[in-house]
Each structure stands twice: as C-alpha cells, then as structure tokens.
C-alpha cells in the first residue's frame, strides 16, 4: 500500500448506520481520524527525524507556504457564506492571525522568517516557484470547496487543528537538534500556532457537534475531515516526490 492510499479508506460503517451517535460519541468518531494525519505521512516522520536535506527542507518550506497564503483565503470564503454574525465575529480573527494586525505581524510574515531561516529569499518564496503542481492543485481544491460548500461544511474541514498541536511540538523538540543550521528565530510559527490551534478547535468543534446531528450528517462531516486529511497528506506526497533526495 503507498502512502496516499493509506488515508483514503473510509471510516467504518456500523450496522445501525441510522442511529445518530451522541455529542461525546461523535466528536470520538472526528478525533479518530487522527490516524491519517500528515504527522504520520513518511515524509513527515523523516523531516522530524533528522532525515531530511537542506533542499528538502527549504522546498517543504515554499510548498507550504502557498498553503499559509491562502488560509486567509479560505476563511474569507467561509464568512461570505456565514449568515450569523456572532460566528462572522470569531471566526475573523483566524484572518487576522495569518494578515496580521496591528503590531502583530502575523502567521504568513513568521512562516516567511522561517523561509529567510532556511535560506529561501523572500523574493524567491513570493514568487512561488518552487511550488508544484500537486500542492497547488490540493491547495485551490481546499479553497475551492469552502467557496461552494455551505459554511458548517468548511468549518467541519478546518478540524485538522484538533490534530496540529502535536505536529508544532514535534518541530520544536527536533529541528533545534537534527537542523542546527536553521535559525532558532525562523521557528516562531510553530510556537504561536500551539495555543491559537487549540483556541480555534474549540469553535470549529463546537460548530460541527452542534450542526451535524442526524447520523446521515455524521458520516457526512466524517468524509469532510477525510477530504481535509487528503488534501494534507497529498501535499506532502507531491513535495517528497519533487525533492526526493
């Protein structure tokens, strides 16, 4: 079995398929999709292993910055669907968080000091030319989908941040030791995102437990997630098989 196939089965399918699961049932069947997060992606496990080169490092690093960019793209997208402003009102800050306010420069400005970390201008991250086509492609799908699908539904695909905490920590505990040439500052994105993840979960989890009740909707937010986990996991089958070495 490759990597890819390895998250694309679909969750198990109990005989009383009819039966909604309760509140805490629910969430239980979302955070089991942990299994197929990218922190389990082979290439993941090399980066936090210290298996990775200098060009393997700076191109993960370009190719997830398209990623960076176009959050704030994706959650604009969710507020234009949104009717109700006391969600419009929380969920603007996940723009804010990557724009930046203010004095606070942000996520895509701390995720560009990674770039200028590893060695990658800025000229040449903003030029996106080191991003490939698999990533792109998955990128404008996420972003695509929150366009067109009703608003709990995009919110229902941000839940990978149930799952992103552990990943950040993993970078902090390692790269310091394994990526000694990385700049120790360049590493502050990884830093601000543990607790922001951890606020944003609890809306996007309070959304999707309150909107998907019936169980024809559970399996729907289900596939949801998986849709998310796919389009993180592809992303990183694309840039192992752009900087294979």
């Known amino acids: 079995m490759n990597s890819t196939s390895a998250t694309r089965a679909p969750h198990p399918r109990t005989p009383d398929s009819g039966a909604a699961w309760t509140r805490d049932e629910f969430e239980a069947q979302l955070r089991a999709k942990g299994q197929a997060y990218h922190i389990h992606h082979p290439f993941n496990v090399k980066m936090n292993s210290g298996g990775c080169s200098r060009e393997q490092i700076r191109g993960w690093v370009a190719n997830r910055f398209y990623y960076q960019i176009n959050i704030p793209l994706k959650d604009a997208a969710v507020l234009s669907n949104c009717p109700d402003r006391e969600t419009r009102r929380r969920w603007v800050l996940r723009i ?88 120790s500052s360049g590493l502050s994105y990884f830093r601000s995102r543990i607790s922001l993840a951890q606020r944003d979960v609890e809306h996007g989890l309070a959304v999707t437990l309150d909107y998907f009740r019936t169980r024809e909707q559970q399996e729907r937010a289900l596939d949801i997630l998986q849709f998310k986990l796919d389009i993180l996991w592809s992303m990183l089958d694309a840039i192992e098989k752009a900087f294979p070495v």
């Open 96 to 183: 804010l968080d990557h724009d930046g306010y203010g004095d606070d420069e942000g996520g895509i400005e701390t995720w560009a000091r990674l770039g200028d970390a590893v060695g990658l201008s800025r000229d040449e991250l903003w030029s996106l030319e080191h991003v490939v086509p698999g990533v792109r492609f998955a990128v404008d799908a996420y972003v695509n989908f929150a366009r067109r699908a009703p608003w709990q539904e995009a919110v229902c695909s941000s839940l990978t941040e149930i799952f992103a905490p552990q990943i950040h920590k993993d970078r902090l505990s390692t790269w310091p030791t394994y990526y000694q040439w990385i700049e």
